[in-house]
């Protein structure tokens, strides 16, 4: 399986991930934002050139005390700035064969490239849709932050969880 950069061409009509705002995004809302510079968009598809995954990233920044208590202690500015994955989603006949798996490490190498090599960001920031979202992000570390509801891997984490893989 292959990861491409989302181009209009790519087929979406029948994208079902069981989630309607997300399966939206995809079929009416990815191509303006993409143009628009408001994120990048990556996809997995299948021979039909049908689209099976997806996920967006862009920059953002949070108020530095919703950040970790480690971060508040070393970073001396009102705002951190982090990548935001902000939508992740498969299609369900593809649901159980770790390719939701594939594009989460795919999104976190991405932003660790990113981060280390051209613009600095201290962590890959998610907004989970729902609590089953959440679940499945904590299930791969992420930490909750508080109030926002958003979650949080930072980049450290993420650098030596591909260094020992
Ligand atoms: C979330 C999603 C991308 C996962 O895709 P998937 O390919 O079915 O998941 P994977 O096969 O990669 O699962 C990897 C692991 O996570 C587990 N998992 C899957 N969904 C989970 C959940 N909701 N909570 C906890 N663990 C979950 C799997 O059991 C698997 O565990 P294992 O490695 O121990 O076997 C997919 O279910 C989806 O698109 N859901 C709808 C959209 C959505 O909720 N997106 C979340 C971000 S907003």
Redesign the pocket.
Known sequence: MKIHKYERKYKRDKFD???AP?NNYIQKNATKDIKNGACTCFIIKNDEDEVI?YYTLSTESIPIEDSPIEFQKKIKYQYVPVILLG????DKN??????????LVNSLKRSLDVATNQIGAVAVI?????E??R??YQ?YGFTLLPDSGRMFMSMKTIENAFREN
Not at 94 to 103: A, D, I, S, T, V
């Open positions: 991930c069981g989630k997300l995954g939508r992740l989603a498969l593809h649901f159980g064969k770790g390719l939701g798996k594939f594009l998610v907004d989970p849709i729902d089953e979202a679940q499945y299930k």
